[in-house]
């Protein structure tokens, strides 16, 4: 030990007699501890920097035309850069102020600050730039406020400490227990709790699958926002038509962008030429959103258009609601339903109102205020209307009248078998010439 302390005293009184590092030995643990803190003041960098480790040897060496002074550290070797921590089997640290590093071997940032903790085979890290570059087989770790942990393995990561801001790139795989991402290269951006993911990325949880041109995820507020022709497929189980019985239902999304909100207030937002598809429905409009796990409630906005096709009609409006525990959905602004043949082909009437109501448990459609339904056989108009599904009849009251060869016809009541293309006209007839 003696050697030692008399080999390291005569390498450091050679240096220049401006500067002369603080030299701390541990003979229990036998650890060599630079400290960088009282650097020259000409330099512009005042970034405090620590390094040591159990064994040190140095050398010179030309680095870029200059001569450069390089420390060799090994076992249990470390950078302290701030609050930032780096650790390898061995490292080459350039210079007293160590303004550049190499990592060989185990190589680990520890940024317990911001609940980061990475693991790598090698890196380089720069004082000046307040970078590390990571290479192999990495793995990022990032713990959020609910103590969920967040794993990213790339080949490659760059990361800039002043800026907390991480790089990774050729092939990037994100895994937590909501979901899976695959991506070609991603960013995180800690103060945000943001990433951000270019190149088409695949994300995958429990029961979905999502595409698009970009995506961001939010860790701390799950929300996913995907933008460029964002596609979604979802899995869900539901009860079979008129039974108990459950059975797999697959949901198609897509949309201009996609908004996923995975919190105490769950929602999806899609937005602009929305569409969802369905194995017997299909619902498009320019804004469409979905709250709560399983869709108990869904907002839609502009153009809004819903083909059933087990029912054989389609519903369009502009603004909807719809209400999963009651099923119940309320259509409004030139809201209209078509009634088409069984094979969904043809259009064989068209009832239009100023308001449309769906009770699904009931298996009836009204319809109120200004009700005009239209078929090759006359018009028909009245104040409200409904429709019952099951036996594919209408029935249309409050001041009711059909019209047809210049001839308006009132009446207390009228049936209309929309698919039959069939009129019943009950309650008293009254019958008057168009003008």
């Given at each position: ?19 002369y ?14 400290n ?61 102020d ?27 890290y720069d004082k ?13 770790y ?8 967040t ?9 800039n ?10 092939g ?68 079979k ?39 017997n429905l299909e ?29 054989h ?9 719809y ?11 030139n ?5 088409l043949?069984k ?11 100023v308001?449309i ?13 200004d ?22 009849k ?16 009132y009446c207390?009541r ?12 009950t ?9």
């Open positions: 030990m003696k050697k030692i302390l008399f080999f390291l005293l005569t390498i450091f009184s050679i240096q220049s007699n401006k500067y590092p603080d030299l701390l030995l541990y003979e229990s643990e036998e650890l060599i501890k630079f960088t803190d009282k650097a020259d003041k000409k330099k512009k960098s005042k970034i405090p920097t620590n390094w040591g480790g159990s064994t040190l040897s140095q050398e010179t060496k030309n680095i870029d035309g200059l001569d450069q002074t390089v420390y060799s550290l090994s076992g249990g070797a470390w950078i302290e850069h701030k609050k930032v921590k780096l650790t390898a089997s061995k490292i080459e640290i350039l210079g007293q160590a303004y550049k590093g190499f990592l060989t071997g185990q190589t680990k940032v520890e940024d317990s600050e911001n609940g980061i903790n990475i693991s790598s085979s090698n890196g380089t000046f730039s307040e970078t590390i570059l990571l290479n192999g087989k990495t793995r990022f990032y713990k959020d406020k609910k103590n969920q942990i794993k990213i393995s790339c080949p490659n990561l760059s990361r400490m002043s800026e907390n801001i991480t790089y990774f790139s050729n990037v795989i994100i895994e937590n227990s909501d979901f899976t991402i695959y991506s070609n290269s991603a960013k995180f951006i800690e103060k945000e709790k943001l990433l951000e993911l270019e190149e088409k990325p695949f994300i995958f949880s429990k029961d979905s699958f999502i595409i698009g041109e970009r995506a961001s995820h939010k860790l701390n507020d799950k929300i996913t926002e995907i933008e460029g022709t964002a596609f979604v497929i979802r899995q869900s189980l539901e009860n038509k008129d039974s108990e019985e459950k059975e797999k239902v697959i949901t198609y999304l897509t949309g201009d962008k996609i908004i996923s909100i995975d919190n105490e207030e769950p929602s999806t937002g899609l937005y602009g030429s929305a569409k969802l598809f369905r194995k619902f498009s409009s320019n804004y469409i959103k979905s709250i709560g796990k399983s869709g108990e409630k869904i907002i839609a906005k502009e153009n809004v258009e819903i083909f059933d096709k087990d029912n009609s389609k519903m369009s409006g502009e603004t909807l609601e209400n999963k525990e009651k099923n119940y959905t309320h259509l409004t602004d809201s209209k339903i078509e009634f043949s094979d969904n082909e043809e259009v064989q009437s068209t009832l239009t109102a308001e109501e769906r009770f699904g448990n009931l298996k009836e459609l009204v319809s109120r205020g009700v005009e339904i239209n078929s090759d056989k006359a018009i028909l108009n009245g104040e409200f209307a409904t429709y019952f599904e099951e036996s594919e209408l029935v249309l009251e409050g001041n009711p009248s059909i019209s047809r060869d210049k001839k308006k016809i207390g009228i049936i209309l078998y929309p698919k039959k293309n069939k009129i019943l006209l309650d008293g007839l009254n019958a008057s010439k168009k003008k």
